[in-house]
């Protein structure tokens, strides 16, 4: 029998069909129009061709049809807004498409529509608020549209809605503008079963009584908002409810004890909030929870681990980071563990001092006793769980380690132990390893030149500041995965291995700085992901090389402090993903002018050029694309600082942070964490001439300015009056003439200021924040008069004619 005979078809499947034309059907639209009777039709995971149009149109005429699921179709916008015209539709099931369009607001006349879901489906827009509803609707999941936004409206009393999945969009809640749609109406629900909101915007308070009548509630996920107030202990007593996930929010307070004798709750997350006082004892006797995550809290008081010894089912358990003291009574002779199932505990900062002895009894994957006060040997027992996946013991105060320390361990992906005082070579590494850090010990031994070997997974690799000494082995280029290593604070001597640089287009940040190292940057020929690379603080000699211009993704480049020669590198000026470059203490010359093209750099944030021998003028269109450095041009990242960092693991997300020594009111400091909204320039001990460019004044979101023991002439630019987030001025030592503009007392978070060895003149402008410098910040300028230098102010507010330019500049440059 052919298809086209199945005119009393009722259900059709034509799911994961790779090519619907290599059908053997002529006029397939005409045949679908035969099929009356169908009900359900299936086209999951169907490829189409031009014929596709054919086929849909048919579809729209099929007068019988009740449920429809084309996920993984490919459908576009105008098709959505077609199916509007099948009303009798019950379930609706269009995942994973590329609609790039709104939800069309008609979908709210389906009134026999039980099942709607548009995950992963590239809506945009306003999702219509009519559609909650519907009150036929059971199931609602729009989740993973990032783009779709909207509100909750008053909720049916009569609805049967069972589960609302709206995570990962950016549905809000309007109950602090006193609406009726808030999250408080899904009260009305009285059916829901699940209630996954995370990754929103919603906000507020959750009313108390909004769970009372939600009996059959079993999934709360809010995780990822911006609900405040106190969590409402009526959550816990729900008969029903299996997961609550709260993490993430700004929720404070107490949480108070609750009746609990037949709590259901098995997975309970509500780290990341702001909650404090005592854990309550009910916590403690919820006898079904799988997992138990209360870190990054204020919780406070003193837990004795007995005090778990209910939670017989519990296989994770987190309270790091609040100000808890945790108490282990247990001993090696305990004859039962406690927490029989446990294969995750984290307890980072909860003021141990010693390894806790109850989990030698246990097969643990994740370890994280980090931020503690542990000392001396790290036992062997640590290591014999075969399955032991992550360790992180770092800052803590630990010595050495007993052997073997990686014996069976196949499944260890992540050793953390920086921050403590091992000693002694390094340990054999585990071949599986993926996150390896040993940065800020005391290991003393030269790197192994077969270390390459035990880097066949390894993305992440540091030694930083240890007493590591000899060459840098190129087997480390051997290693296919590298995407960061951090050599950086040893005694490494030698040259850069060529291959480093390219390293097979892996290697994402390689810091180097502050060794011993010495020759050219030398490089073979490869493709370059290098985002951060730091060679500061070594000995190196040559020129910059052009290669580097072939990194296109670099974010940082940190060079400073070494015997580089050459001039400015104007072939990295096309590098649009610059944020830092630091050339600093070399032996660069020349002038900034590249050719007559101007230097994009939207995103460059630092720029420190500090003590070479650059001179000339600086181009008056020089800073015009500095964009990052103009507020109104930062997208509101002031508003919102974020950190540089690199994402290492993307299923769990673990950072490189980067870090650059910049010099900050005459004092050198390190950025261990670099805000995306700080912001430096620095030219200073340079011979730079002419005007300082006005154009630095469009640059308002700058926080240092150094263009100190230059040869700069002229008057100080009244524009640096616009540098509104102004920490650090100093244009010491320069030729600069005439008076000081008066709009520097307008930079009110000015907290250095040094106009010395000038030819300034006139009276110092009066203004609180200028008068609170000390006068050493004004000396060297023989016109200048009026507090807080001790020379008084004529009545023009002239003291005289200042001395012609003489060897005062110079001497005072070469005493600083």
């Given amino acids: ?140 999941d729009i989740s993973h549209n990032y783009n779709l936004h909207g509100f909750f409206p008053e909720f049916p009393l009569n609805g049967s809605l069972q589960k609302l999945l709206v995570s990962e969009t950016s549905l809000y809640d309007l109950s602090s503008n006193n609406s009726t749609g808030s999250i408080q109406t899904l009260g009305m629900c009285k059916k829901l079963q699940s209630m996954i909101l995370f990754d929103n915007s919603f906000s507020g308070a959750i009313p108390s009584d909004i769970f009372e009548d939600l009996v059959n509630l079993s999934d709360i996920s809010l995780h990822n908002n911006f609900f405040t107030g106190m969590i409402p202990s009526f959550i816990f007593t729900l008969p029903s409810v299996h997961q609550v996930y709260l993490s993430n929010n700004e929720f404070e307070g107490q949480l108070h004890n609750f009746s609990n004798a037949f709590s259901p709750i098995q997975w309970l997350d509500l780290s990341g909030n702001h909650l404090e006082g005592s854990i309550p004892i009910s916590l403690f006797q919820l006898t079904n929870l799988h997992e138990l995550k209360l870190s990054f809290n204020k919780f406070s008081g003193t837990i004795e681990l007995n005090m778990l010894s209910k939670l017989g089912n519990l296989t994770t358990l987190d309270i790091s980071y609040n100000n808890l003291t945790l108490i282990d009574a247990s001993t090696l002779m305990t004859p039962f563990p406690l927490l029989p199932m446990l294969s995750s505990v984290r307890l980072a900062s909860c003021k141990l001092t010693s390894f806790p002895q109850f989990l030698k009894n246990h097969s643990l994957m994740d370890i994280d006793l980090s931020n503690n006060h542990i000392v001396g040997t790290i036992p062997q027992w640590i290591w014999k769980s075969k399955f032991l996946n992550y360790i992180n013991l770092s800052c803590n105060y630990l010595t050495d380690w007993e052997e073997p320390i990686f014996n069976n361990l196949s499944s260890l992906t992540t050793l953390d132990f920086h921050s403590n005082i091992l000693h002694g070579p390094l340990p054999t590494l585990p071949e599986s390893i993926i996150y390896l850090d040993f940065s800020s010990n005391n290991l003393t031994s030269v790197i192994s030149s077969k270390i390459g070997k035990y880097l066949e997974w390894t993305l992440f690799l540091s030694f930083a500041s240890n007493n590591l000494n000899g060459n840098i082995p190129e087997s480390i280029c051997s290693a296919p995965n590298l995407e960061v290593l951090d050599l950086s604070n040893n005694s490494l001597t030698g040259t850069i291995p060529k291959c480093l640089i390219a390293m097979n287009g892996t290697l994402s940040v390689l810091d180097l700085g502050r060794n011993k190292l010495n020759g050219t940057i030398d490089f073979l020929p490869g493709s370059c992901s290098l985002r951060t690379l730091h060679l500061n603080g070594n000995a190196l000699q040559g020129k910059l090389p052009k290669y580097l211009a072939s990194c296109t993704m670099l974010e940082i480049l940190d060079v400073g402090e070494n015997q580089l020669h050459g001039h400015f590198p104007c072939w990295l000026k096309n590098i649009s993903t610059v944020r830092i470059l630091i050339l600093r203490s070399n032996e660069l010359h020349g002038s900034l002018i590249c050719g007559g093209t101007k230097v994009l750099w939207p995103h460059l944030q630092i720029f420190d050029l500090a003590s070479n021998n650059f001179g000339g003028r600086i181009p008056l269109s020089f800073f015009e694309h500095w964009k990052a450095i103009i507020a109104d041009e930062y997208n509101g990242s002031l508003s919102e600082p974020d950190h540089l960092q690199l994402e290492i693991f993307k299923y769990n997300p673990v950072y490189y942070q980067d870090k650059v020594a910049v010099t900050y009111k005459q004092l050198q400091m390190e950025l261990v964490k670099i805000l995306t909204i700080f912001t430096a320039i620095d030219l200073s001990c340079n011979k730079f001439e002419g005007l300082i460019p006005e154009g630095l004044g469009q640059l308002n979101a700058l926080y240092i300015l150094n263009l100190s023991n230059n040869v700069f002439s002229g008057p100080i630019p009244s524009s640096l009056g616009n540098l509104k987030e102004l920490e650090s001025l100093d244009l010491a030592n320069n030729n600069l003439s005439g008076k000081i503009p008066t709009e520097i007392t307008e930079l009110s978070f000015l907290s250095f200021l040094n106009l010395s060895y000038n030819h300034l003149v006139g009276r110092i402008p009066t203004g609180t924040q200028v008068q609170s410098f000390p006068a050493d910040s004004f000396k060297g300028n023989d016109g200048l008069c009026g507090p807080p230098l001790s020379q008084n102010c004529s009545g023009d507010g002239m003291q005289g004619t200042p001395s012609p330019a003489s060897n005062s500049n110079v001497d005072a440059k070469s005493s600083s």
Avoid: C
């Fill in 1 to 140: 029998m052919e298809i086209s005979q199945l005119s009393r078809l009722v259900t059709l499947n034509l799911s994961n069909l790779f090519m619907l034309t290599e059908l053997k059907i002529q006029n397939l639209g005409k045949f679908v129009r035969n099929f009356t009777s169908i009900r359900p039709l299936y086209l999951d995971s169907v490829t189409i061709s031009s014929a596709g149009l054919e086929w849909h149109a048919a579809l729209l005429q099929i007068p019988t049809l009740q449920e429809l699921s084309m996920a993984e179709y490919n459908l576009s916008g105008p098709l959505l807004s077609s199916l509007t015209r099948l009303e009798n539709l019950s379930v609706i099931r269009l995942d994973r498409n590329n609609f790039s369009s709104a939800v069309p607001e008609t979908f709210a006349n389906f009134r026999n529509l039980t099942s709607l879901s548009l995950v992963f489906s590239e809506l945009i827009g306003m999702f219509p608020p009519k559609i909650f509803q519907i009150t036929s609707l059971s199931v609602i």
